[in-house]
């Protein structure tokens, strides 16, 4: 991943024309902007959450603590964990999965982003 003290490592999840999901690796400008009115936090996984799934809205994902592995359509496969910013933008489609591939459990802070304001996400 192409990392500077200007960028942070970041995965974005897309829809392909078909409906499935991919992921393209990329980074975040630091200090910019995001528009956004609410946040959470969570630690609690539901069962439904590891199956297969679309994003349920445009959103970063900011891993707290914990080590994920992705997996969308194809197959393909990423590893999540702290200092790696995830973008969730595969709202449609068939979406991922994960599962959890270090420590106990998965402490994240969801971001939501307004459907039309640029996230600022620049693919590798």
Same mark, same amino acid.
């Given at each position: 991943?192409?990392? $500077? ?9 897309? #829809? &392909? *024309?078909?409906? &499935?999901?991919?992921?393209?690796? /990329? ?9 956004t009115t609410?946040?959470?936090?969570? #630690?609690?996984?539901?069962?439904? @959450? ?5 994003? *349920? ?5 900011? $891993? ?12 393909? $496969? ?10 969730? @933008?595969?709202?449609? /489609? ?31």
């Amino acid at each position: 991943m192409n990392e $500077t003290s200007e960028f942070i490592a970041a995965i974005r999840l897309i #829809n &392909n *024309p078909d409906g &499935n999901s991919a992921f393209e690796m /990329g980074r975040i400008p630091v200090l910019k902007p995001i528009k956004t009115t609410s946040f959470w936090i969570s #630690n609690k996984t539901e069962e439904w @959450e590891k199956a297969e799934h679309p994003a *349920p809205r445009k959103q970063f994902v900011v $891993t707290l603590k914990g080590k994920i592995r992705f997996k969308v359509s194809d197959g393909s $496969t990423f590893i999540i964990e702290p200092g790696i910013i995830l973008l969730a @933008e595969d709202v449609e /489609g068939k979406g991922h999965s994960w599962e959890l591939e270090e420590g106990e459990k998965w402490e994240r802070l969801y971001i939501p982003v307004d459907d039309n304001d640029e996230s600022g996400f620049i693919p590798d």
